[in-house]
């Protein structure tokens, strides 16, 4: 029976610009998909759920809510449609306290929020800077591990701002995507690795093995 429950919570940005890597996108979360899928066979005493929140100026969209990956579907391109701005802090803000409350009484909870833009915030109406600072901070103390995944922007400036120091920066490229795609599957195999082994999983680098892709690099 799994005595640990991770919660996997993606907060994407569907922004117009995102649109040159759709196809990617879609692949890449599909392969996220299959790879926790992978991790509850290896590891079996560990329970693994997936929320997946979209943004843009059009609203933030929850397009899985806690859903248990064995029973998960992939995502297409019906599903994920890039348009309009990029209301970062919102999508933020709205998924990670909710996703606080949704936790807050559960035993043995490992909390892994990825979040993945290619732009900067440009267009929240409820939350700010100083509001995500301190919202992720909180649930940093509590053992929260939070990693920022970005482009066209300076990457470990924002997220370091909002005190995320796990960040890969990747070009909005074919091919660059598959690879962080790649890092991003087997920097999970080892987060679960590290709770399997009771090693701190805040403390150790989330993307300690990336490679330089001219892009996927790591903080």
């Not at 919660?7 to 940005?13: A, P, R, S, V």
């Amino acid at each position: 029976m799994a005595t640990d429950k991770i919660y996997n919570l993606i907060i994407l940005d569907e922004s117009g610009s995102m649109d040159t890597i759709k196809n990617e996108t879609i692949s890449g979360f599909n392969e996220v998909v299959q790879t926790i899928k992978g991790i509850e066979k290896k590891f079996p005493e560990q329970q693994h759920f997936i929320s997946l929140i979209t943004f843009n100026g059009l609203g933030i969209n929850t397009l899985l809510d806690k859903v248990s990956v064995t029973n998960l579907n992939q995502i297409d391109p019906n599903t994920y449609n890039p348009n309009s701005s990029t209301p970062l802090y919102d999508a933020i803000g709205l998924s990670v306290l909710k996703l606080k409350i949704d936790v807050a009484h559960i035993e043995n909870v490992h909390v892994l929020v990825t979040i993945l833009t290619d732009g900067e915030e440009n267009s929240s109406q409820e939350f700010n800077h100083t509001h995500i600072n301190s919202i992720i901070k909180g649930q940093k103390d509590l053992g929260w591990t939070f990693t920022y995944i970005g482009a066209n922007h300076d990457v470990e400036k924002v997220a370091h701002s909002i005190s995320i120091t796990n960040t890969m920066v990747f070009e909005a490229d074919a091919q660059i995507m598959k690879h962080v795609f790649e890092d991003e599957s087997n920097a999970r195999i080892r987060y679960s690795e590290r709770i399997r082994n009771h090693v701190n999983e805040e403390s150790a680098n989330f993307y300690e093995k990336s490679k330089d892709f001219n892009t996927a690099t790591q903080v």
